[in-house]
């Protein structure tokens, strides 16, 4: 099933832009990446799933930068620079601010940019989640797996008015119920 979104054929132009992104990502969080999980693999994930899905290139790039802001040394400018505005908008809503030390707090601030930031970021965000999922049972801790829950119930709330016929957020209500219906 494809997305509701334009989509074009895949071109030559899309293919070097998606390699630039998984190489600039792959050297960001190979010289200054912060997190120990392996993210270079998760946001290659991200990206093909999109992809897959036939999302816009814009969006796609998004996918395979979505944690880059976060987990590297990667500024925003360098971002617009090598991937422009629309990818920076994008990677910028889904990205959480650090400032936050409060998880679920920091969570609901990040839900409320990627509702603001509109249906590419939303797109983003479900795509994350999906590639996630499965690890979600397996969080280290009983209060982190609540958490997970929590997050993944007010994102399909908020996501669902705007998205909620993407095939990207139909897999994920779907692929979710399981993990939801946990007590």
């Given at each position: 099933?494809?997305?509701?979104?334009?989509?074009?054929?895949?071109t030559?132009?899309?293919?070097?832009?998606?390699?630039?992104?998984?190489?600039?990502?792959?050297?960001?969080?190979?010289?200054?990446?912060?997190?120990?999980?392996?993210?270079?693999?998760?946001?290659?994930?991200?990206?093909?799933?999109?992809?897959?899905?036939?999302?816009?290139?814009?969006?796609?790039?998004?996918?395979?930068?979505?944690?880059?802001?976060?987990?590297s040394?990667?500024?925003?400018?360098?971002?617009?620079?090598?991937?422009?505005?629309?990818?920076?908008?994008?990677?910028?809503?889904?990205?959480?601010?650090?400032?936050?030390?409060?998880?679920?707090?920091?969570?609901?601030?990040?839900?409320?940019?990627?509702?603001?930031?509109?249906?590419?970021?939303?797109?983003?965000?479900?795509?994350?989640?999906?590639?996630?999922?499965?690890?979600?049972?397996?969080?280290?801790?009983?209060?982190?797996?609540?958490?997970?829950?929590?997050?993944?119930?007010?994102f399909?709330?908020?996501?669902?008015?705007?998205?909620?016929?993407?095939?990207?957020?139909?897999?994920?209500?779907?692929?979710?119920?399981?993990?939801?219906?946990?007590?």
């Open positions: 099933m494809r997305s509701q979104f334009q989509t074009r054929p895949l030559v132009k899309g293919d070097f832009i998606f390699d630039h992104a998984i190489t600039f990502l792959a050297v960001a969080m190979a010289t200054s990446g912060r997190n120990p999980k392996p993210v270079v693999l998760h946001s290659v994930r991200t990206g093909l799933l999109l992809l897959e899905l036939g999302y816009p290139d814009e969006v796609v790039t998004a996918g395979f930068l979505h944690d880059i802001l976060e987990d040394s990667v500024t925003a400018s360098k971002l617009r620079t090598e991937f422009g505005p629309e990818v920076l908008r994008i990677v910028r809503a889904v990205s959480d601010n650090a400032g936050i030390s409060d998880r679920l707090a920091r969570s609901r601030e990040t839900l409320k940019r990627i509702v603001s930031a509109g249906k590419k970021a939303m797109v983003v965000a479900a795509a994350d989640r999906l590639v996630n999922l499965p690890f979600f049972s397996q969080a280290a801790s009983p209060t982190l797996e609540t958490y997970l829950r929590i997050k993944t119930r007010e399909l709330t908020a996501s669902r008015p705007l998205i909620g016929k993407e095939p990207v957020w139909k897999s994920l209500a779907r692929k979710s119920r399981r993990f939801l219906e946990k007590t």
